[in-house]
């Protein structure tokens, strides 16, 4: 079964879109068409005055993985937790970020995401850095799933 990552809708009318963060986080826009949002990524529930003036944008974990990681994010409140929730996208974070949500732990769709992002960029397993940045002097020549990079 396929996990929702993202949960958004575009109004058509006003242009904006709005995104649903977490089960209760009830989104509006602000044009008389009043397109809503809802459900986070629990379930994808969405309405407006005229549905025909609304693009859902809702992404799975199972889509096509160079949208997923435009879209799916991670939230953090800062390296000691004690900062603001904010979002960042999967494609945004980076080496040192995702290796610490693998050991921080994760429900197991969203590990799988991070793990999905560190094979996409081929991270090396000593420098922590990916395929296009590793060093020649680095001493590895195997990325974190073991495979030669
Ligand atoms: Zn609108
Ligand atoms: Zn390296």
Known sequence: MSKLVYNAVKCLECG???????????????????AMVDGGLFYARYGARDMRMIEK???????DYEIVRQYATRGSRGVNGDEPLTHIKLCDMNNGHLIAVLEYGAPEWH???????????????????????????????????????
């Open 111 to 149: 590990k799988n995401l991070i793990l999905k992002e560190i094979a996409y960029r081929n991270v090396c397993m000593e420098c922590e850095l990916d395929s296009g940045h590793h060093k020649m002097s680095c001493s590895s020549r195997y990325n974190i799933k073991g495979d030669e990079i």
């Open 57 to 63: 944008i809702d992404i799975h974990d199972d889509d």
């Open 16 to 34: 904006q879109i709005i995104e649903s963060m977490s089960q209760y986080d009830y989104k509006t826009c602000t044009c008389p068409n009043m």
